[in-house]
């Protein structure tokens, strides 16, 4: 099991930078992939960026560049600094954990926390 609280949303005007925080209640390098997700009003969950325990990243096209995910073994955290925000950036964006535990996938999802970017 793992539960996940994500931090850091609010309101941000174009162009600014806002940084987003998930606290994993168990170590992150026993952790298969952690990822940063967002939904949209009336759209589709949608992939932002993850980060595999072994180092690797994927990020989605409409946010390379501008968005950087990382992790805190210390503190049992993974990051997403989001750089250069536009409108279309609005959504709530869920923190995502995927393990490996008795030989079966796991998946879990963090409550959300609200991004809106506008003037």
């Known amino acids: 099991q793992v539960q996940l609280v994500e931090s850091g949303g609010g309101l941000v005007q174009p162009g600014g930078s806002l940084r987003l925080s998930c606290a994993a209640s168990?170590?992150?390098?026993?952790?298969?992939?952690m990822g940063w997700y967002r939904q949209a009003p009336g759209k589709q969950r949608e992939l932002v960026a993850r980060?595999?325990?072994?180092?690797?990243?994927n990020y989605a096209d409409s946010v390379k560049g501008r968005f950087t995910v990382s992790r805190d073994n210390d503190k049992n955290t993974v990051n997403l600094q989001m750089n250069s925000l536009k409108p279309e950036d609005t959504a709530v964006y869920y923190c995502n954990a995927l393990t490996w535990d008795s030989a079966s996938w796991s998946n879990y999802w963090g409550q959300g926390t609200q991004v809106t970017v506008s003037s």
């Open positions: 168990r170590p992150i390098f026993s952790i298969n992939t």
């Open positions: 980060l595999t325990s072994g180092g690797s990243t």
